[in-house]
């Protein structure tokens, strides 16, 4: 049986949400400056989110802002890692994610 987990690295839930291929290119993005934590850079892939936390992304060219809504417990299926955020720059309606993007 799995326990709710309140914090989750950062590196780990852009993987677990689908923003990301892979953990590595996860944690690349963040030491490269391409995400922030609640407006503040952020530069260590170790750095905990959880729910209410929200995230600026700069993926594949294309910034994102996201509300994060569940830290989760697995990297599952699209639809369940879209119930992980909230995409607040799409009305608050939650969509599934697009394809991860592999170029920072």
Do not use: H
């Not at 170790?46 to 569940?70: E, P, S, Y």
């Not at 830290?71 to 955020?85: H, I, N």
């Amino acid at each position: 049986m799995t326990e709710a987990v309140d914090r989750i690295r950062i590196d780990k839930w852009l993987w677990q949400a689908r923003f990301c291929k892979t953990r590595a290119l996860a944690a690349e993005a963040v030491s490269g400056g391409k995400v922030r934590l609640n407006g503040a850079r952020l530069e260590k892939p170790g750095r905990a989110v959880g729910a209410g936390d929200v995230l600026t992304l700069t993926i594949g060219g294309r910034m994102r802002l996201i509300r994060v809504l569940d830290c989760g417990t697995r990297r599952g299926p699209a639809f369940e890692a879209a119930t992980l955020y909230l995409d607040l720059e799409a009305g608050g309606v939650p969509q599934a994610p697009e394809a991860p993007e592999q170029t920072f």
